[in-house]
Protein backbone atom coordinates (compact mmCIF):
# COMPACT_ATOMS: atom_id res chain seq x y z
CA UNK A 1 0.00 0.00 0.00
CA UNK A 2 1.37 3.52 -0.86
CA UNK A 3 2.31 5.63 2.02
CA UNK A 4 -0.13 8.87 1.92
CA UNK A 5 3.14 11.63 2.84
CA UNK A 6 0.35 14.38 2.98
CA UNK A 7 -1.63 13.37 6.17
CA UNK A 8 1.36 12.35 8.16
CA UNK A 9 4.80 11.76 8.16
CA UNK A 10 6.55 9.08 9.76
CA UNK A 11 7.68 9.47 13.29
CA UNK A 12 9.46 7.01 15.82
CA UNK A 13 7.69 4.62 17.89
CA UNK A 14 5.86 6.64 20.94
CA UNK A 15 5.55 9.42 19.31
CA UNK A 16 2.47 11.12 17.73
CA UNK A 17 3.00 11.84 14.09
CA UNK A 18 2.63 15.59 13.39
CA UNK A 19 0.88 16.19 10.15
CA UNK A 20 2.13 17.67 7.32
CA UNK A 21 1.10 21.05 5.88
CA UNK A 22 1.20 20.87 1.99
CA UNK A 23 3.16 23.55 0.06
CA UNK A 24 0.38 25.47 -1.49
CA UNK A 25 -1.66 26.14 2.27
CA UNK A 26 1.84 27.06 3.82
CA UNK A 27 2.24 29.69 0.84
CA UNK A 28 -1.17 30.98 1.32
CA UNK A 29 -0.33 31.34 5.27
CA UNK A 30 2.67 33.19 4.80
CA UNK A 31 0.78 35.38 2.80
CA UNK A 32 -2.08 36.14 4.91
CA UNK A 33 0.91 37.00 7.82
CA UNK A 34 2.50 39.77 5.07
CA UNK A 35 -0.69 41.01 4.63
CA UNK A 36 -1.60 41.66 8.12
CA UNK A 37 2.34 42.60 9.16
CA UNK A 38 2.25 45.07 5.83
CA UNK A 39 2.45 48.89 7.69
CA UNK A 40 -1.09 50.79 7.05
CA UNK A 41 0.14 53.52 5.77
CA UNK A 42 1.28 52.06 2.58
CA UNK A 43 -1.51 50.24 1.20
CA UNK A 44 -2.98 51.83 -1.34
CA UNK A 45 -6.32 52.51 -0.04
CA UNK A 46 -5.14 54.93 2.19
CA UNK A 47 -3.80 57.46 -0.15
CA UNK A 48 -6.60 59.00 0.41
CA UNK A 49 -6.02 59.28 3.88
CA UNK A 50 -2.67 60.08 3.85
CA UNK A 51 -3.64 63.42 2.01
CA UNK A 52 -5.97 63.96 4.71
CA UNK A 53 -3.42 63.98 7.36
CA UNK A 54 -0.63 66.01 4.89
CA UNK A 55 -3.87 68.74 4.47
CA UNK A 56 -4.67 68.97 8.19
CA UNK A 57 -0.91 69.23 9.14
CA UNK A 58 -0.62 72.06 6.58
CA UNK A 59 -3.62 73.95 7.99
CA UNK A 60 -2.18 74.23 11.15
CA UNK A 61 1.22 75.11 10.42
CA UNK A 62 -0.45 78.03 8.32
CA UNK A 63 -2.80 79.11 10.96
CA UNK A 64 -0.14 79.67 13.49
CA UNK A 65 2.29 81.14 11.76
CA UNK A 66 4.64 79.17 10.09
CA UNK A 67 6.59 80.42 6.52
CA UNK A 68 5.12 78.94 3.14
CA UNK A 69 8.36 76.95 2.86
CA UNK A 70 7.81 75.18 6.54
CA UNK A 71 4.37 74.36 5.69
CA UNK A 72 4.86 72.93 1.94
CA UNK A 73 7.83 70.72 2.91
CA UNK A 74 5.65 69.30 6.33
CA UNK A 75 3.20 68.08 3.56
CA UNK A 76 4.90 66.82 1.13
CA UNK A 77 7.34 64.97 3.61
CA UNK A 78 4.50 63.69 5.11
CA UNK A 79 2.39 62.52 1.95
CA UNK A 80 5.19 61.09 0.71
CA UNK A 81 5.74 58.76 3.30
CA UNK A 82 2.23 57.38 3.71
CA UNK A 83 3.19 56.29 -0.19
CA UNK A 84 1.10 58.92 -2.34
CA UNK A 85 2.13 58.77 -5.66
CA UNK A 86 1.52 62.16 -6.96
CA UNK A 87 0.99 64.88 -5.17
CA UNK A 88 1.29 68.57 -5.82
CA UNK A 89 0.40 71.47 -2.80
CA UNK A 90 0.06 75.24 -3.83
CA UNK A 91 0.04 77.18 -0.51
CA UNK A 92 -0.70 81.52 -0.09
CA UNK A 93 -0.60 83.16 2.91
CA UNK A 94 -4.49 82.29 3.62
CA UNK A 95 -5.15 79.05 1.57
CA UNK A 96 -3.97 75.60 0.68
CA UNK A 97 -4.96 74.00 -2.78
CA UNK A 98 -4.09 70.06 -2.74
CA UNK A 99 -4.61 67.58 -5.02
CA UNK A 100 -2.94 64.21 -5.33
CA UNK A 101 -3.85 60.35 -5.52
CA UNK A 102 -2.33 57.15 -7.46
CA UNK A 103 -0.58 57.13 -10.85
CA UNK A 104 -4.01 55.13 -12.77
CA UNK A 105 -5.85 57.34 -11.46
CA UNK A 106 -7.78 55.13 -9.26
CA UNK A 107 -8.18 57.48 -6.44
CA UNK A 108 -7.99 60.89 -6.19
CA UNK A 109 -7.68 63.63 -3.96
CA UNK A 110 -8.44 67.16 -4.48
CA UNK A 111 -9.19 70.26 -1.75
CA UNK A 112 -9.10 74.16 -1.86
CA UNK A 113 -9.13 75.30 2.18
CA UNK A 114 -9.53 79.05 3.25
CA UNK A 115 -7.21 79.80 5.80
CA UNK A 116 -8.03 83.27 7.93
CA UNK A 117 -4.45 85.10 8.64
CA UNK A 118 -4.79 84.68 12.47
CA UNK A 119 -1.90 84.79 15.07
CA UNK A 120 0.71 82.80 16.00
CA UNK A 121 0.71 80.13 18.75
CA UNK A 122 4.41 78.71 18.32
CA UNK A 123 3.73 75.80 20.63
CA UNK A 124 1.58 74.12 17.59
CA UNK A 125 4.24 74.88 14.96
CA UNK A 126 6.87 73.17 17.00
CA UNK A 127 4.17 70.17 17.73
CA UNK A 128 3.35 69.41 13.97
CA UNK A 129 6.77 69.60 13.01
CA UNK A 130 7.68 66.96 15.35
CA UNK A 131 5.04 65.23 14.62
CA UNK A 132 6.36 65.09 10.82
CA UNK A 133 9.85 63.80 11.93
CA UNK A 134 7.96 61.03 14.02
CA UNK A 135 5.81 60.39 11.03
CA UNK A 136 9.10 59.14 8.96
CA UNK A 137 10.46 57.18 11.69
CA UNK A 138 7.66 55.24 11.13
CA UNK A 139 5.59 56.01 14.95
CA UNK A 140 1.90 56.09 13.11
CA UNK A 141 -0.40 54.86 10.98
CA UNK A 142 -2.89 57.09 9.03
CA UNK A 143 -5.54 56.88 11.57
CA UNK A 144 -3.10 57.54 14.48
CA UNK A 145 -1.89 60.31 12.57
CA UNK A 146 -5.05 61.78 12.32
CA UNK A 147 -6.10 61.92 15.52
CA UNK A 148 -2.47 63.24 17.03
CA UNK A 149 -3.02 66.18 14.40
CA UNK A 150 -6.50 66.77 16.19
CA UNK A 151 -4.98 66.76 19.73
CA UNK A 152 -2.39 68.99 17.76
CA UNK A 153 -5.30 71.35 16.73
CA UNK A 154 -6.88 71.21 20.24
CA UNK A 155 -3.83 72.49 21.90
CA UNK A 156 -4.89 75.66 24.37
CA UNK A 157 -2.79 78.76 24.04
CA UNK A 158 -0.98 80.30 27.20
CA UNK A 159 -3.35 81.87 30.31
CA UNK A 160 -4.06 84.79 30.00
CA UNK A 161 -2.32 85.98 32.99
CA UNK A 162 1.00 84.42 31.61
CA UNK A 163 0.35 86.11 28.62
CA UNK A 164 -0.43 89.81 30.38
CA UNK A 165 2.25 89.19 32.31
CA UNK A 166 4.85 88.72 29.45
CA UNK A 167 3.32 91.40 27.74
CA UNK A 168 4.37 93.80 31.35
CA UNK A 169 7.73 92.60 31.27
CA UNK A 170 8.24 92.65 27.71
CA UNK A 171 7.54 96.35 27.41
CA UNK A 172 9.83 97.34 30.31
CA UNK A 173 12.54 95.43 29.15
CA UNK A 174 12.59 96.88 25.80
CA UNK A 175 12.20 100.46 26.98
CA UNK A 176 15.39 99.83 29.03
CA UNK A 177 16.99 98.15 25.72
CA UNK A 178 16.03 101.62 24.38
CA UNK A 179 18.18 103.85 26.45
CA UNK A 180 15.31 104.49 29.06
CA UNK A 181 16.46 104.42 32.75
CA UNK A 182 14.30 102.09 35.78
CA UNK A 183 11.62 104.64 36.21
CA UNK A 184 10.94 104.42 32.61
CA UNK A 185 11.11 101.13 32.99
CA UNK A 186 8.38 100.75 35.21
CA UNK A 187 6.25 102.56 33.51
CA UNK A 188 6.35 100.84 30.01
CA UNK A 189 6.15 97.50 32.65
CA UNK A 190 2.67 99.28 33.82
CA UNK A 191 1.63 100.01 30.40
CA UNK A 192 2.18 96.46 28.72
CA UNK A 193 0.21 95.36 31.05
CA UNK A 194 -2.55 97.35 31.17
CA UNK A 195 -2.42 97.40 27.31
CA UNK A 196 -2.86 93.18 27.19
CA UNK A 197 -5.71 93.31 29.61
CA UNK A 198 -7.37 95.06 26.65
CA UNK A 199 -5.97 92.97 24.21
CA UNK A 200 -7.19 89.89 25.74
CA UNK A 201 -10.95 90.96 26.98
CA UNK A 202 -11.74 93.90 24.44
CA UNK A 203 -10.06 94.49 21.67
CA UNK A 204 -9.64 90.45 20.12
CA UNK A 205 -13.29 89.56 20.88
CA UNK A 206 -15.19 92.40 19.97
CA UNK A 207 -12.89 94.87 18.09
CA UNK A 208 -11.51 94.41 14.08
CA UNK A 209 -7.67 94.25 13.74
CA UNK A 210 -7.53 98.08 12.57
CA UNK A 211 -9.57 99.69 15.43
CA UNK A 212 -8.13 97.34 18.03
CA UNK A 213 -4.94 98.46 17.01
CA UNK A 214 -5.39 102.00 17.16
CA UNK A 215 -6.86 101.79 20.35
CA UNK A 216 -4.31 99.67 21.57
CA UNK A 217 -1.33 102.14 20.61
CA UNK A 218 -3.54 105.21 22.30
CA UNK A 219 -4.00 103.41 25.35
CA UNK A 220 -0.08 102.59 25.52
CA UNK A 221 1.11 106.03 25.07
CA UNK A 222 -1.96 107.96 27.10
CA UNK A 223 -0.83 105.84 29.73
CA UNK A 224 2.99 106.80 29.44
CA UNK A 225 1.92 110.00 29.05
CA UNK A 226 -0.05 110.63 32.29
CA UNK A 227 3.37 108.78 34.34
CA UNK A 228 5.24 111.29 32.39
CA UNK A 229 2.42 114.46 33.48
CA UNK A 230 3.05 113.29 37.35
CA UNK A 231 6.83 112.84 36.61
CA UNK A 232 6.89 109.03 37.10
CA UNK A 233 9.51 109.11 34.23
CA UNK A 234 12.09 110.92 32.92
CA UNK A 235 11.77 109.82 28.63
CA UNK A 236 8.06 109.65 27.17
CA UNK A 237 9.42 108.86 23.71
CA UNK A 238 11.10 105.46 25.35
CA UNK A 239 8.31 104.84 27.55
CA UNK A 240 6.53 104.26 24.74
CA UNK A 241 8.22 102.73 22.38
CA UNK A 242 8.68 99.79 25.27
CA UNK A 243 4.87 100.02 25.57
CA UNK A 244 3.80 99.30 22.28
CA UNK A 245 6.21 96.44 21.93
CA UNK A 246 3.47 93.75 22.01
CA UNK A 247 1.61 95.06 19.03
CA UNK A 248 4.14 94.83 16.98
CA UNK A 249 3.72 92.05 14.23
CA UNK A 250 7.61 90.35 15.12
CA UNK A 251 6.65 86.80 13.19
CA UNK A 252 4.64 87.73 10.12
CA UNK A 253 6.88 90.74 9.11
CA UNK A 254 9.93 88.05 9.55
CA UNK A 255 7.54 85.48 7.81
CA UNK A 256 7.18 87.97 4.96
CA UNK A 257 11.00 88.85 4.36
CA UNK A 258 11.38 85.16 4.45
CA UNK A 259 8.44 84.02 1.65
CA UNK A 260 10.20 87.13 -0.36
CA UNK A 261 13.19 85.42 0.09
CA UNK A 262 12.27 81.92 -0.97
CA UNK A 263 10.79 83.46 -4.19
CA UNK A 264 6.61 83.12 -2.41
CA UNK A 265 6.09 86.30 -3.46
CA UNK A 266 2.17 86.37 -3.01
CA UNK A 267 2.54 85.20 0.36
CA UNK A 268 5.35 87.44 1.04
CA UNK A 269 3.43 90.44 -0.22
CA UNK A 270 0.48 89.61 2.03
CA UNK A 271 2.34 89.08 5.02
CA UNK A 272 3.89 92.20 4.96
CA UNK A 273 1.09 94.09 3.75
CA UNK A 274 -0.89 92.76 7.05
CA UNK A 275 2.28 94.06 9.15
CA UNK A 276 3.02 97.30 7.52
CA UNK A 277 -1.34 97.74 8.46
CA UNK A 278 -0.72 97.08 11.93
CA UNK A 279 2.63 99.76 12.11
CA UNK A 280 0.35 102.20 10.69
CA UNK A 281 -2.67 101.96 13.36
CA UNK A 282 -0.35 101.51 16.18
CA UNK A 283 1.08 104.82 15.12
CA UNK A 284 -2.30 106.40 14.19
CA UNK A 285 -3.38 105.90 17.81
CA UNK A 286 -0.09 106.79 19.56
CA UNK A 287 -0.20 110.21 16.88
CA UNK A 288 -3.95 110.75 18.32
CA UNK A 289 -2.41 110.54 22.17
CA UNK A 290 0.23 113.06 21.28
CA UNK A 291 -1.56 115.50 19.35
CA UNK A 292 -4.08 115.73 22.26
CA UNK A 293 -1.49 115.67 24.98
CA UNK A 294 0.06 118.77 22.80
CA UNK A 295 -2.25 120.73 23.98
CA UNK A 296 -3.28 119.52 27.15
CA UNK A 297 0.17 119.78 28.60
CA UNK A 298 2.26 122.03 25.61
CA UNK A 299 5.16 122.59 25.55
CA UNK A 300 7.53 119.81 23.51
CA UNK A 301 6.68 116.12 24.67
CA UNK A 302 9.05 113.85 22.88
CA UNK A 303 12.78 113.34 23.51
Excluded at 185 to 196: D, E, T
Excluded at 269 to 275: C, F, G
Aim: hydrophobic fraction near 45%.
Amino acid sequence: MTENHSISAAAPQGETPQPVVPPAANGERETARADVSQPDAFRPDNELKAMEVAQLAGHILLENGAEISRVEETMDRISAYFGVETKNFFVLSNGIFTTGGSRDFRQEYAKVEHIPVRGTQMDRVVAVCQFSRDVENGQYTTEQALRRLREIQQMPPKRRSLQILASGIGSGCFCYLFGGNLSDSAVALMAGLLLYVFVMYVSAPHMSKILGNICGGLLASAVCLLAFHWNMGDHLSRMIIGAVIPLIPGVPFTNGIRDLADGDYISGIVRLADAVLIFICIAVGVSLTLVAGQSWIGGTLIW
